[in-house]
């Protein structure tokens, strides 16, 4: 749009520019913006010094309007000062044309002011696109991980199940352990009891890899697993081999599986539940502090569970003498800290109980 209130200067204009451009010669600023209703130029050639509005109150409400803000604005003028010049540039215009001017140098400006335009067009296309890439790459990404994740789980709860169909003597023990320790983790949390260590942990992988505690009982003979009544000391022995056997699976998966990381709380609920504070239980021996948190956390819920559950060998137990039995482990069988984290949820362990019996 060429805006001047000079009619020589709108034809002579027009002239130069109309075998390039589609010009609308426009002879004062109220009109400009009449025809702006309608019309949205890609570059304004706009007079200075015109009566009514001049060039200088045009610009100011083209960049106060966001409609028109990003539209570039040559000036043109027969005023040839820094100071003019300046203010011009000051109020938002792009170029500056003396008049009478020439048509190659107005068409060579006006083009370098279309080409920045397409080019600023073509970079917001750019990012825009790039943003919605980014943006789906990351729900791609978010939703692969959600099935790797739950594909792993359900492994590993297959397995679970699995094992637990072997072990006919123990039905509900892997749901009903999964809970306990949900139990213990949460008021652990809110306790502020090992936060350093458990905020490392991932949670998402933790509950679901606890089902793996006694993955191992899948290679002991049904002889021994279903055995109705009490193992002898040979039996036991290889009862108690279900953790090593369980330890060296879930490493076999681990060494030919390229992510892993899900499994590393497997390892340690699997290989180290059945030690002791004291140091007094198998396999290793470990002592206190050694013992991984996850299996320190595994042996309440196991033994828990154990006691309240009908055994051939023994019948079950209340949910009060379990909760002393474990109560008088505190240092001995059991971490003092997590026995009193376990005093805390008692009532729920009592409620997974008979909810899953």
Known sequence: MLVDDNPVNLALGRNMLKMFYAVYPIPTSAKLFEIMEKVTPDLILLDIEMPDVNGYETIKMLKSDPLFADIPVIFLTSKSDTESELEGFSLGAVDYVTKPFSAPLLLKRIDNQLLIVRQKKDLLASQAALRDYAENLEDKVRAKTAEVVALQNAVMATVADLV??????TGGHITRTNLYLKALVEEMIASGFYKDEVSHWDMGYFLPSAQLHDVGKIAITDLILNKPGKLTPEEFEIMKSHVTVGVDAI????QNAHEHAFLQH????????????DGSGYPLGLRGGDIPL????MAIADVYDALISVRPYKKSLSHEEA???IENGAGTHFDATLVDVFMKVEDRFRQIAQDIS
């Open 164 to 169: 637990e169909f072997r072990d006919k003597l």
């Open 266 to 277: 497997a390892l340690f609920i699997a290989g180290t539940h059945h030690e002791k504070w």
């Open 251 to 254: 490493e076999k998966i681990m």
């Open 294 to 297: 996850e299996g320190r956390l």
């Open 323 to 325: 909760r002393q039995i």
